[in-house]
């Protein structure tokens, strides 16, 4: 019912920023709840930040509220993770995901769809 495509990653020095977009066709991305996880190599996949269906509420891990800020655009169908002041530990694979109920998702089993995830790699 709905395709996710996240796009953004790459090599990026420490300290500096990214933005990853996730680009989401065959629905209407109003109609979602929306998040962002990341999954480092040989770890659990981890959650980092969703966003309501209108944009009007979010929330964060602990560990990236003073960096991450996730946002959505319903017009364009497109929804955004800014990452500001990179890490070492911020590498990761990061994925969208996409869930159908009414509230915001914390977990992965929470969510219906799921992107193929874009690299991110902190590196000097």
């Known amino acids: 019912q709905v395709q996710l495509v996240e796009s953004g990653g790459g090599l990026v020095q420490p300290g500096g920023s990214v933005r990853l977009s996730c680009a989401v066709s065959?629905?209407?991305?109003?109609?979602?709840?929306m998040g962002w996880f990341r999954q480092v190599l040989g770890k659990e996949r981890e959650f980092v930040a969703a966003?309501?269906?209108?944009?009007?509420?979010?929330r964060y891990a602990d560990s990236v509220k003073a960096r991450f800020t996730i946002s959505r655009d319903n017009a364009k169908n497109t929804m955004y993770l800014q990452i500001n002041t990179l890490k070492s530990e911020d590498t990761a694979v990061y994925y969208c995901?996409?869930?159908?109920?009414?509230?915001?998702?914390?977990?992965?089993?929470?969510?219906?769809?799921w992107g193929q995830g874009t690299q991110v790699t902190v590196s000097s």
């Open positions: 995901a996409a869930r159908g109920g009414l509230g915001m998702g914390l977990s992965q089993s929470s969510y219906d769809y």
């Open positions: 966003i309501n269906r209108s944009g009007g509420s979010t």
């Open positions: 065959g629905g209407t991305l109003s109609l979602y709840a």
